[in-house]
């Protein structure tokens, strides 16, 4: 087998295994991601996140039902990229691997098997839909793809990494291989801190998250101490105000909350922009709900809503959410 043939073998069993599962309709009904480690309990595999040295992750096709076990040493999206290939090479047929950071795309695998794992990964995790819908969304396109700070928005919201989201855009023929480069050497850092407008912050390893009224209806997936910037257009001169008790309500804190003025040429009455800088510290999993109206209409439809699902609790230990999530449906 070719190393193109290993390529297309497991963009192949992705497309399938998507098909088999349903995996579009549940996604496109979240506005999330793929559901990696749902889909590895639904293959039929045992699954279980332990301490691992040197490995991200290895599969074992036992007796009677294949095993996959995934470090708790990696963040989320780490987690989620070693569970994918692990999942291909259970949809694949294959008897075992140990999988080291070679397979996040760092070296060239030699090996055709592990090709083939991390073409299924990749395609599993970031199918072409996938990136469509969110693009759609955000009214982001071909254009927007070259900008960082829109990658970087999209890697959120498909819970990928951002190395991970911009070889998915040059595979499906989103962005080239110059484009690819000149994203992968922009510091991560900087975008976060652009995002932050000044706000003063410990350290850049959170996440960043800019949600607007584009957002409604999304399910987030990220770590307990991401920071949310939310930049909602208010109408003042209407009295339509957005309510942020929803955010306090589901345990956030507001860091920051200002005004960005029209500067005086624009027309009197415009429309203002409401940034607020909002972080929950503590794992959890819940909602919450902006909506824009007069302070004094009580009831009614609002003008605007944003309604966000989100799952902050990071990466998993233990028993998968996936297997807690059908003993407690059972």
């Known amino acids: 087998m070719t190393r193109r043939d290993a390529v297309l073998e497991g963009a192949q069993a992705a497309a399938r295994l998507h098909a088999r599962l349903g995996t579009r309709h ?31 992750g290895f599969c074992i096709k036992g007796s009677s039902i294949p095993g996959v076990v ?17 999942l291909g090479h259970v949809v694949l047929g294959h008897t075992v691997s140990l999988d080291g950071p070679e397979i996040l795309g760092r070296g060239v695998l030699n090996d055709e098997l592990e090709v083939a794992a991390n073409s299924f990964a990749s395609m599993f995790l970031l199918p072409k839909w996938l990136i469509q819908m969110h693009a759609r969304r ?14 970087y928005q999209l890697s959120l919201r498909v819970a ?5 989201t911009c070889i998915a855009l040059e595979r499906n023929g989103i962005i080239d291989s110059g484009s690819q480069k000149r994203l992968l050497d922009a510091p991560r850092r900087d975008l976060k801190a652009e995002l932050l407008n000044g706000f003063e912050v410990e350290n850049y390893h959170p996440d960043v998250w800019m949600l607007t009224e584009a957002d409604e209806g999304l399910t987030i997936e990220g770590q307990p101490d991401d920071l949310f910037v939310l930049r909602l257009t208010e109408h003042g001169g209407a009295g339509y105000l957005w309510n942020t008790a929803g955010l306090a309500e589901a345990g956030f804190a507001i860091l920051r909350d200002q005004r960005e003025i029209p500067s005086p040429e624009k027309t009197v009455g415009a429309p203002v922009t409401r940034a607020l800088t909002a972080r929950r510290t503590e794992p959890a999993i819940g909602s919450f709900a902006l909506e824009l109206r ?33 003993v407690m449906a059972a």
């Open 26 to 56: 549940a996604v496109e009904a979240s506005a999330g991601c793929v559901d990696v480690f749902g889909a590895i309990i639904a293959v039929g595999a045992a699954l279980v996140f332990r301490p691992l040295d040197g490995l991200l």
């Open 70 to 86: 995934v470090s708790t040493q990696r963040p989320l999206r780490i987690q989620r990229f070693t569970g994918a290939h692990e």
């Open 138 to 151: 955000q009214g982001w396109n071909r254009v927007s793809m070259q900008e960082p700070h829109a990658v």
């Open 160 to 164: 990928a990494s951002y190395e991970a």
């Open 294 to 326: 007069r302070p004094w209409q009580k009831s009614g439809s609002p003008l605007k809503a944003l309604r966000v699902a989100y799952d902050l609790r990071g990466k998993e230990v233990g028993m998968p959410r996936a297997v807690r999530r059908l």
